[in-house]
């Protein structure tokens, strides 16, 4: 009997203005386009990043934007005369904001005339004037054109309601790849605790300060791994000079990959996280079945649950540290049990499939 040839899966002409999933540096935007990627195969459909150009501008410099915006116009009308002949299903982006706009995808999802979807998008009112007003009034263009909003940071989406895009948003929670079951860790002493992050001046710094302040309330017999690099090193160095000799430094991991054995290893990972957007190590973490200790937050909220210690407050995050150290075998086996229910890559290719089929005729 001769077998019946597949049909052919609906194509999707990816972009990511931020930061392509190819791209050499790797970064939570990259992890995440790729991600989105493994999703939208998970949702039955043919995705593939149609354009390398990357439209960033983190300076606010007008003629760098002009250049990008002559450089997104040669793009536009490349993509338009490659795909026309055999035009995708639909566009997706993922990011657009005022710093990086998306400056093709709406002129090609209009030639085409194909459905045009954002996944985190952000509208920021208060850049429509100053140095990146040009850009600004761009990403609100490119929202505004969208048939469909993915939104999954609880910061993102009064903006967008207010812009008047609510009958078009779906929520689309942060998501990974949770890898295999691990096997439980039995309790030990030294108490390890672990801290990914990247050292970085702003909220990063503000963080690793924040979790110093707490160590020093921390009684018992303990041990911090900190993962992270980055143009501050220095300044945390300082902050975490007191607990020197309960410290290891790990500072040239960037993949996912190779971070999963030390969340593996350690009894809860700590990192205050503030304004903290996605918080992708903490999803790392949970997925690895190691609990995750974060101040009070949007994000904390979202991704973690539970009691967690006010902004700021050392002492509540110490005696947090404590409480989730003693009931750790139970945290670690719910973090779990969240992740493959709320935040695993096959939940969020259900999401994007059943919204997407919408679109489609």
Known sequence: MTERPRPALPRIAFHAPMKAPDHPNPSGDRQIARLTLRALAGAGYDATCVSPLRTLDLAGDPAAQARLRHDAE????RLIDDLAPDPPALWFTYHCHYKA???????VADALAIPYVISEASVSPKRRDGPWAEFATASDAAIAR???LFWTTARDRP?????????????????????????????GAPLHLL????????????????LAAALAHLPGDWRLTVIGHGTAREAVHALLAPFAERLAYIDDIDDPDLVRPHYEAA???VWPGVNEGVGMVWLEARAAGLPVLAEDGPAAR???GGRLPPPDDPRAFAEAITAAAAGRPALARAARAHVEAHHSLAAAAATLKSSLAELLP
Not at 101 to 107: E, F, N, R, S, T
Not at 160 to 180: N, R
Not at 200 to 208: C, V
């Open 267 to 269: 009894d809860l990972m």
């Open 146 to 148: 969208a048939d469909r």
């Open 195 to 210: 801290t990914v992050a990247m050292m970085r001046p702003g909220d990063k710094l503000e963080s690793y300060r924040r």
């Open 302 to 304: 979202a991704l973690i």
């Open 101 to 107: 706009p998306d400056l093709i995808g709406p002129a």
């Open 74 to 77: 040669a793009e536009a009308a």
């Open 159 to 187: 903006a967008l309601e207010a812009a008047g895009h609510g009958a078009k948003m779906i929520h689309l929670a942060a998501f990974l790849d949770p890898g295999p079951v691990v096997a439980p860790r039995p309790s």
